[in-house]
């Protein structure tokens, strides 16, 4: 039964589904007598007073860590944290750079490539490892101990894995449920319909929902230290290669780029919304404007008083008559 209660640590389900088996063992073991000598069972009272002193023990670890968390905000430091994030892409980056190197050099990568190509292709990935390793020297002294970079909030990065980890297993066993009850129903409803079209379409998602719970029962078992400290995902699945991992959002680097890439599409979207022309440059404007039907005199004074305005402008013969004023270079 102990093998049962382990493995339902990381996969709730099994409770449920091997209730029968956990029965059964719990009736056995109830039949059990302990054979150690002077051994006395404990009584109902002395097992709350066990209890009792259990719970304080973690009431005062939590005043404890909470008492921490409160005098660490003052140390939390912006330029710090930015800096073990991005040491963190750095270090994920490098360490596929390195892979890909090797990859390269011992021909497993592309066994088929031209070896010019290959050589460039090497020549390239050795400059980009040089660029990353000084890189990672350089925020190293900044950074100092990752562990011991607190955010706004005075907690640790093992605080939040700590989080992140239940955040993820509630998540995990959440979707596995949901998969184990659509897929009794997407199985006969696969089999009641004769329309080809629609028996594509549900094969297709019953086959989507196969992979995907085989692949959450799969995965794991994950602890507390095998998870980013900044989102719900295990570190594993932080990466550059799909699958299993992708870059994790809040990386200084990814994050930028994908900020490129949003103006990118935002640009795009507005050039569409104009029928893909960008927006005409406004018609230039002559700097006055003398109307026709005026007496000679106004003309002239108008004329006069625009020349001291606009010294080195040309006058010009508008619409309707009139005289405009224009910059030589429009």
Not at 12 to 31: L, S, T, Y
Not at 191 to 219: C, N, P, V, Y
Not at 257 to 265: A, G, I, S, W
Request: hydrophobic share 35%; with cysteine.
């Amino acid at each position: 039964m102990s093998l049962i209660l382990d493995d339902a640590m990381w996969n709730p389900w099994i409770r449920d589904e091997r209730a029968a088996d956990i029965d059964a063992a719990a009736e056995v073991m109830g039949q059990w007598q302990r054979a150690e000598p002077g051994r006395r069972r404990m009584s109902l009272k002395q097992w709350e007073a066990q209890e009792a002193r259990r719970e304080r023990k973690r009431e005062q670890q939590r005043a404890k860590d909470e008492a921490r968390r409160e005098r660490d905000k003052s140390c939390y430091d912006e330029e710090r944290s930015t800096a073990r994030l991005r040491l963190i892409e750095l270090q994920s980056s490098l360490d596929h750079g390195l892979t890909e190197l090797a990859g390269f050099r011992d021909g497993t990568k592309f066994p088929a490539m031209d070896p010019k190509r290959r050589s460039s292709e090497i020549g390239e990935l050795e400059r980009k490892v040089e660029r990353l390793r000084a890189e990672v020297d350089r925020l190293t002294p900044i950074v100092g101990d990752p562990e011991d970079v607190v955010d706004e909030h005075g907690w640790l990065p093992c605080d939040r894995r700590e989080q992140t980890w239940w955040s993820y297993r509630l998540d995990r066993e959440g979707k596995v449920r949901d998969l184990k009850r659509r897929l009794p129903e997407l199985k006969p409803a696969l089999k009641t319909t004769s329309d080809r079209g629609e028996r594509r379409d549900r094969r297709a998602r019953l086959a989507e929902a196969t992979r995907e719970l085989d692949r959450l029962i799969a995965e794991g078992p994950f602890t507390a230290t095998d998870m980013c400290s900044e989102c719900a995902t295990p570190m594993a699945h932080h990466g550059w290669v799909w699958p299993p991992g992708h870059p994790r959002p809040a990386w200084p680097g990814w994050a930028a780029r994908m900020r490129e890439v949003r103006q990118m599409l935002e640009s795009f979207a507005r050039s569409r919304e104009t029928g893909g022309v960008p927006p005409a440059e406004p018609r230039p404007q002559p700097l006055a404007v003398v109307p026709s039907g005026l007496p000679i005199a106004d003309v002239v004074a108008k004329l006069t008083e625009l020349q001291e305005q606009f010294p080195g402008a040309e006058v010009r013969r508008g619409r309707a008559n009139r005289w405009e004023l224009w910059n030589p270079d429009a």
